[in-house]
């Protein structure tokens, strides 16, 4: 058996490689820009803006983890598209989004799920809260340089789940019988305020870190003067409105199900980074 895995480099991406070789599952690593090939994992270029590099990513493989095409604009189907090319495929685990049915059009994640429905194959769609990893990424370079994160969440709660739950999760899915046709709402143990999380970083790390609450129209404007593009805006807006209409709070037990173990502790996530902020 020999999986695919899409977004092999990002947040989820990795630990589902990490995860699936530790089970000595065959991965085949899809991203723009394949790293060198290691023990049981063998590089695809792979973009899903660019079809002439689908079909060497699909040959041969029977089952796939998908993180859709969320930075191709104006193509919502591009996962049906995908999914078609890969008649041989039988089982597909798609990396959606808390709250999809609440977000604005622009977000394509619902017609991912309608493809994924659709596609006639063993299908299972994991719907997680934010990352906890956003932090450590995404997040760092702000937190790092200014000490602060200014984000438009209010004072709402969001159950931040760690990646390598979602990954273990995905794992379960990807290799094991009785996930067809199922949603798993993946969350960390516990919600918290950006203001709680700012507080254990800095807490862990030692250092003074503070959350900023912006209102939606001041964060718009700061990304229109760092050149992002409307369409995006209104993504990033239509995720933090859901935040603050209390979408994200929600916090489930399928970690602790599917895996056996709780879920990661932002906590224990603000300990292992701690360093970062040095
Ligand atoms: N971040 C969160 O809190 C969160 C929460 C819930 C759901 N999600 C969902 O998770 C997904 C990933 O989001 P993320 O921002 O956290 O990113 P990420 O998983 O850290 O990175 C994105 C991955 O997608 C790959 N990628 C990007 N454009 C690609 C293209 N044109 N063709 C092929 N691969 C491409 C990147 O690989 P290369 O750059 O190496 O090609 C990278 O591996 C999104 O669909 C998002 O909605 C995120």
Redesign the pocket.
């Known amino acids: 058996m020999t999986v695919l895995v899409?977004?092999?480099?990002?947040?989820?991406?990795?630990p589902v490689v990490d995860a699936l070789v530790a089970r000595g599952v065959q991965v085949r690593a899809?991203?723009?820009?394949?790293a060198v090939a290691t023990a049981g994992v063998e590089p695809v270029r792979?973009?899903?803006?660019d079809r002439s590099t689908w079909a060497a990513a699909l040959h041969g493989i029977d089952t796939m983890y998908v993180?859709?095409?969320?930075?191709?604009p104006g193509e919502p189907h591009l996962v049906g598209h995908l999914l078609a090319a890969a008649a041989h495929v039988r089982r597909v685990v798609l990396?959606?989004?808390?709250g999809v049915d609440q977000l604005p059009d622009a977000?394509p994640?619902a017609a991912w799920e309608a493809d994924v429905r659709a596609s006639g194959k063993e299908w299972t769609i994991l719907?997680?809260?934010?990352?906890q990893?956003?932090f450590g990424?995404?997040f760092a370079a702000s937190l790092r340089e200014n000490g602060e994160l200014a984000l438009p969440a209010a004072e709402a709660v969001v159950g931040f789940v760690d990646?390598r739950d979602i990954a273990e999760v995905a794992v379960a899915a990807l290799t094991e019988e009785g996930h067809a046709g199922l949603v798993h709402i993946i969350t960390g143990p516990e919600a918290l305020t950006l203001r709680q999380v700012i507080h254990a970083l800095g807490e862990a790390a030692g250092r003074e870190l503070r959350y900023t609450a912006l209102t939606a129209a001041q964060f718009a404007d700061g990304l229109r003067k760092a050149g992002l593009d409307e369409r995006s805006i209104n993504w990033q807006l239509g995720l933090f409105r859901l935040i603050r209409d209390g979408g994200n709070a929600v916090v489930t037990d399928t970690v602790e199900r599917i895996t056996g173990h709780p879920g990661r502790t932002l906590k224990s996530y603000a300990g292992e980074i701690a360093a970062i902020w040095g």
């Open positions: 899409l977004g092999a480099t990002g947040k989820t991406g990795r899809a991203s723009r820009n394949p792979f973009d899903w803006a993180v859709g095409p969320y930075t191709v990396l959606s989004v808390l977000i994640m719907r997680p809260n934010w990352f990893q956003n990424e995404g990646t």
